[in-house]
Protein backbone atom coordinates (compact mmCIF):
# COMPACT_ATOMS: atom_id res chain seq x y z
CA UNK A 1 0.00 0.00 0.00
CA UNK A 2 1.52 3.45 -1.32
CA UNK A 3 1.79 5.94 1.51
CA UNK A 4 -0.78 8.37 0.05
CA UNK A 5 -3.14 5.12 -0.20
CA UNK A 6 -2.58 4.97 3.24
CA UNK A 7 -2.85 8.51 4.58
CA UNK A 8 -6.70 8.69 2.76
CA UNK A 9 -7.66 5.70 4.01
CA UNK A 10 -6.64 6.69 7.75
CA UNK A 11 -8.03 10.30 7.11
CA UNK A 12 -11.56 8.90 5.58
CA UNK A 13 -12.09 6.46 8.56
CA UNK A 14 -10.83 8.31 11.74
CA UNK A 15 -14.47 9.71 12.26
CA UNK A 16 -15.73 5.92 12.40
CA UNK A 17 -13.03 5.64 15.21
CA UNK A 18 -14.00 8.57 17.14
CA UNK A 19 -17.53 7.44 16.77
CA UNK A 20 -16.36 3.41 17.99
CA UNK A 21 -14.59 4.83 20.85
CA UNK A 22 -16.90 7.33 21.71
CA UNK A 23 -19.57 4.75 22.08
CA UNK A 24 -17.55 1.96 23.78
CA UNK A 25 -19.64 0.31 26.77
CA UNK A 26 -18.01 -0.53 29.79
CA UNK A 27 -17.44 -3.98 30.97
CA UNK A 28 -20.46 -5.34 32.69
CA UNK A 29 -21.68 -9.27 33.61
CA UNK A 30 -24.02 -9.06 31.03
CA UNK A 31 -24.14 -9.08 27.14
CA UNK A 32 -27.21 -8.06 25.24
CA UNK A 33 -27.68 -10.03 21.32
CA UNK A 34 -30.11 -8.88 19.59
CA UNK A 35 -31.99 -10.93 17.20
CA UNK A 36 -34.26 -10.07 14.22
CA UNK A 37 -35.98 -11.39 11.28
CA UNK A 38 -37.39 -14.55 11.02
CA UNK A 39 -37.51 -15.55 14.70
CA UNK A 40 -41.02 -16.07 16.50
CA UNK A 41 -39.10 -14.02 19.47
CA UNK A 42 -37.19 -10.97 18.10
CA UNK A 43 -35.68 -8.98 20.38
CA UNK A 44 -32.53 -8.33 22.91
CA UNK A 45 -31.48 -10.87 24.90
CA UNK A 46 -29.20 -10.08 28.05
CA UNK A 47 -26.95 -12.74 28.60
CA UNK A 48 -23.94 -13.69 31.43
CA UNK A 49 -20.78 -12.82 30.35
CA UNK A 50 -19.06 -15.43 28.76
CA UNK A 51 -22.23 -17.63 27.58
CA UNK A 52 -22.02 -19.00 24.18
CA UNK A 53 -24.06 -17.35 21.45
CA UNK A 54 -26.73 -20.23 20.84
CA UNK A 55 -28.61 -19.17 24.23
CA UNK A 56 -29.54 -16.22 22.77
CA UNK A 57 -30.56 -18.03 19.14
CA UNK A 58 -32.50 -20.96 20.67
CA UNK A 59 -34.87 -18.81 23.09
CA UNK A 60 -35.45 -16.35 19.89
CA UNK A 61 -36.33 -19.59 17.46
CA UNK A 62 -35.73 -18.89 14.18
CA UNK A 63 -39.38 -19.85 12.27
CA UNK A 64 -39.27 -22.54 9.92
CA UNK A 65 -39.37 -19.96 6.81
CA UNK A 66 -35.95 -18.36 8.02
CA UNK A 67 -33.14 -18.65 5.70
CA UNK A 68 -30.33 -20.31 8.06
CA UNK A 69 -27.97 -20.81 5.49
CA UNK A 70 -28.00 -16.94 5.15
CA UNK A 71 -28.40 -15.79 8.78
CA UNK A 72 -26.10 -12.81 9.50
CA UNK A 73 -23.87 -12.71 12.69
CA UNK A 74 -23.00 -8.95 12.92
CA UNK A 75 -19.75 -8.19 15.41
CA UNK A 76 -18.98 -4.27 16.57
CA UNK A 77 -15.29 -5.74 16.62
CA UNK A 78 -15.33 -6.35 12.98
CA UNK A 79 -16.27 -2.93 11.56
CA UNK A 80 -13.22 -0.85 11.69
CA UNK A 81 -11.34 -3.53 9.55
CA UNK A 82 -13.97 -3.47 6.92
CA UNK A 83 -14.36 0.47 7.06
CA UNK A 84 -10.65 0.34 6.01
CA UNK A 85 -11.12 -2.43 3.66
CA UNK A 86 -14.00 -0.08 1.63
CA UNK A 87 -11.99 3.23 2.11
CA UNK A 88 -9.04 1.45 0.30
CA UNK A 89 -11.25 -0.07 -2.34
CA UNK A 90 -12.47 3.49 -3.01
CA UNK A 91 -9.63 4.62 -3.63
CA UNK A 92 -8.04 2.24 -5.97
CA UNK A 93 -11.11 2.85 -7.70
CA UNK A 94 -10.68 6.58 -7.76
CA UNK A 95 -7.30 5.91 -9.67
CA UNK A 96 -8.79 3.62 -12.06
CA UNK A 97 -11.19 6.48 -13.16
CA UNK A 98 -8.37 8.20 -14.21
CA UNK A 99 -7.44 5.91 -16.95
CA UNK A 100 -7.41 6.36 -20.68
CA UNK A 101 -9.25 3.48 -21.08
CA UNK A 102 -12.62 4.61 -21.32
CA UNK A 103 -14.76 1.57 -20.07
CA UNK A 104 -12.68 1.17 -16.92
CA UNK A 105 -12.89 4.05 -15.80
CA UNK A 106 -16.90 4.25 -16.47
CA UNK A 107 -17.17 1.05 -14.83
CA UNK A 108 -14.99 2.59 -12.17
CA UNK A 109 -17.04 5.37 -11.37
CA UNK A 110 -20.03 2.86 -11.26
CA UNK A 111 -18.43 0.34 -8.87
CA UNK A 112 -17.38 3.01 -7.04
CA UNK A 113 -21.63 4.63 -6.93
CA UNK A 114 -22.59 0.98 -5.45
CA UNK A 115 -19.64 0.56 -3.06
CA UNK A 116 -20.11 3.63 -1.33
CA UNK A 117 -23.86 3.03 -0.52
CA UNK A 118 -22.81 -0.44 1.25
CA UNK A 119 -21.89 -0.16 5.03
CA UNK A 120 -19.48 -1.65 7.15
CA UNK A 121 -21.49 -4.16 8.64
CA UNK A 122 -19.25 -6.02 11.13
CA UNK A 123 -20.28 -9.54 9.78
CA UNK A 124 -18.38 -12.45 10.17
CA UNK A 125 -18.35 -15.58 9.09
CA UNK A 126 -20.42 -18.18 11.61
CA UNK A 127 -22.79 -21.12 11.98
CA UNK A 128 -26.09 -19.79 13.07
CA UNK A 129 -28.36 -23.12 13.06
CA UNK A 130 -28.81 -22.74 16.86
CA UNK A 131 -29.09 -27.21 17.93
CA UNK A 132 -26.31 -27.33 15.30
CA UNK A 133 -23.93 -25.09 17.73
CA UNK A 134 -25.01 -26.40 20.44
CA UNK A 135 -23.26 -29.74 19.60
CA UNK A 136 -20.52 -28.40 18.58
CA UNK A 137 -18.82 -26.34 20.18
CA UNK A 138 -16.25 -25.04 18.10
CA UNK A 139 -19.65 -23.56 16.10
CA UNK A 140 -20.41 -21.81 19.14
CA UNK A 141 -18.72 -18.81 19.87
CA UNK A 142 -18.95 -16.97 23.30
CA UNK A 143 -21.51 -13.95 22.68
CA UNK A 144 -19.86 -10.66 22.71
CA UNK A 145 -21.38 -7.24 23.51
CA UNK A 146 -23.80 -5.38 20.76
CA UNK A 147 -24.04 -8.75 18.56
CA UNK A 148 -26.75 -8.87 16.35
CA UNK A 149 -27.67 -11.77 14.67
CA UNK A 150 -30.37 -11.98 11.84
CA UNK A 151 -32.25 -14.58 10.00
CA UNK A 152 -33.84 -13.58 6.64
CA UNK A 153 -36.82 -15.75 5.13
CA UNK A 154 -34.93 -17.35 2.20
CA UNK A 155 -34.90 -15.52 -1.33
CA UNK A 156 -35.41 -16.76 -4.62
CA UNK A 157 -32.59 -14.44 -6.75
CA UNK A 158 -29.16 -14.44 -7.33
CA UNK A 159 -27.48 -10.84 -7.96
CA UNK A 160 -24.27 -10.31 -10.91
CA UNK A 161 -22.17 -7.61 -10.26
CA UNK A 162 -18.92 -5.76 -10.85
CA UNK A 163 -17.84 -5.67 -14.62
CA UNK A 164 -20.18 -5.26 -16.33
CA UNK A 165 -22.94 -3.23 -18.18
CA UNK A 166 -25.83 -3.48 -15.55
CA UNK A 167 -25.96 -5.51 -12.71
CA UNK A 168 -28.28 -8.14 -13.31
CA UNK A 169 -30.87 -9.66 -10.48
CA UNK A 170 -31.51 -13.18 -12.02
CA UNK A 171 -34.38 -15.69 -10.49
CA UNK A 172 -32.75 -18.68 -8.70
CA UNK A 173 -32.70 -21.60 -10.51
CA UNK A 174 -31.76 -25.04 -8.28
CA UNK A 175 -29.63 -26.77 -10.74
CA UNK A 176 -28.02 -23.70 -12.85
CA UNK A 177 -24.47 -23.48 -13.10
CA UNK A 178 -22.92 -20.07 -12.45
CA UNK A 179 -22.36 -19.92 -16.50
CA UNK A 180 -26.51 -19.65 -16.69
CA UNK A 181 -26.92 -17.23 -15.00
CA UNK A 182 -23.73 -14.77 -16.69
CA UNK A 183 -25.11 -15.27 -19.92
CA UNK A 184 -28.29 -13.66 -19.56
CA UNK A 185 -26.37 -10.89 -17.80
CA UNK A 186 -22.88 -10.51 -19.92
CA UNK A 187 -19.80 -8.36 -18.73
CA UNK A 188 -18.33 -6.07 -20.70
CA UNK A 189 -14.96 -6.15 -22.44
CA UNK A 190 -13.09 -4.84 -19.54
CA UNK A 191 -13.47 -8.10 -17.28
CA UNK A 192 -11.93 -10.49 -16.26
CA UNK A 193 -12.44 -13.54 -18.61
CA UNK A 194 -11.11 -16.28 -16.26
CA UNK A 195 -12.79 -16.53 -13.34
CA UNK A 196 -16.03 -15.00 -11.61
CA UNK A 197 -15.88 -14.82 -7.38
CA UNK A 198 -18.89 -16.24 -5.89
CA UNK A 199 -19.97 -14.78 -2.73
CA UNK A 200 -22.49 -17.71 -1.15
CA UNK A 201 -25.56 -16.34 1.28
CA UNK A 202 -23.20 -17.60 4.24
CA UNK A 203 -20.36 -15.18 3.32
CA UNK A 204 -18.27 -17.57 2.52
CA UNK A 205 -16.46 -16.93 -1.45
CA UNK A 206 -15.40 -18.83 -3.78
CA UNK A 207 -13.20 -18.22 -7.36
CA UNK A 208 -14.29 -20.14 -9.67
CA UNK A 209 -12.95 -21.00 -13.24
CA UNK A 210 -14.60 -20.53 -16.46
CA UNK A 211 -12.22 -20.20 -19.40
CA UNK A 212 -12.04 -23.16 -21.49
CA UNK A 213 -8.60 -24.00 -20.08
CA UNK A 214 -9.57 -23.51 -16.24
CA UNK A 215 -13.17 -24.27 -16.28
CA UNK A 216 -14.46 -25.69 -12.97
CA UNK A 217 -17.08 -28.55 -12.06
CA UNK A 218 -20.79 -27.15 -11.99
CA UNK A 219 -20.94 -24.96 -9.54
CA UNK A 220 -24.18 -23.83 -8.08
CA UNK A 221 -25.30 -20.77 -6.82
CA UNK A 222 -27.15 -20.91 -3.54
CA UNK A 223 -30.75 -18.75 -3.38
CA UNK A 224 -29.41 -15.10 -2.51
CA UNK A 225 -25.97 -15.54 -3.59
CA UNK A 226 -23.81 -12.67 -5.67
CA UNK A 227 -21.53 -13.58 -8.04
CA UNK A 228 -18.85 -10.72 -8.84
CA UNK A 229 -17.16 -10.91 -12.45
CA UNK A 230 -13.96 -9.13 -11.65
CA UNK A 231 -12.00 -6.42 -13.47
CA UNK A 232 -9.41 -8.17 -15.96
CA UNK A 233 -5.81 -8.47 -13.59
CA UNK A 234 -4.31 -5.62 -16.18
CA UNK A 235 -5.77 -3.36 -15.41
CA UNK A 236 -5.34 -3.48 -11.87
CA UNK A 237 -1.91 -5.04 -11.62
CA UNK A 238 -0.44 -1.16 -11.02
CA UNK A 239 -2.96 -0.37 -8.95
CA UNK A 240 -4.04 -3.15 -6.41
CA UNK A 241 -2.91 -6.67 -7.76
CA UNK A 242 -5.51 -7.55 -4.64
CA UNK A 243 -8.62 -5.57 -5.86
CA UNK A 244 -10.64 -7.60 -7.14
CA UNK A 245 -10.62 -10.28 -4.27
CA UNK A 246 -10.83 -7.67 -1.28
CA UNK A 247 -13.86 -6.31 -3.35
CA UNK A 248 -16.06 -10.07 -3.18
CA UNK A 249 -14.58 -10.35 0.55
CA UNK A 250 -16.62 -6.58 1.20
CA UNK A 251 -19.54 -7.70 -0.73
CA UNK A 252 -19.67 -10.90 1.31
CA UNK A 253 -19.70 -8.42 4.91
CA UNK A 254 -23.32 -7.53 3.30
CA UNK A 255 -26.26 -9.29 5.20
CA UNK A 256 -28.69 -10.56 3.25
CA UNK A 257 -32.54 -8.35 3.20
CA UNK A 258 -34.39 -8.50 6.43
CA UNK A 259 -37.66 -8.10 5.62
CA UNK A 260 -40.61 -8.42 8.03
CA UNK A 261 -41.88 -11.70 8.77
CA UNK A 262 -45.16 -12.56 9.91
CA UNK A 263 -45.78 -14.42 12.62
Known amino acids: MTMLRYCLILCSTLPFFVTHEAAAQPVTDTVEVTVEGAVKAPGVYPLPAGARLADALIAAMPMPVSYVAGASLLRESARAQQARLKAGL ?103 KDVVHVIQPDGHVQIIGIALWNRADLQAVAPGGTIYVPIAARLMKDIDPEFNTQFAAFLATQPLPNPRVAP
Open 90 to 192: LYDLKVLQQSQNEAASKLASSLSRQLTDLPATGRVVAELEPRLMQTRKSSNPVAMPSDIVRYPARPDTVRVMGALDQACELPHQPTADVTHYLAACPSNRVAD
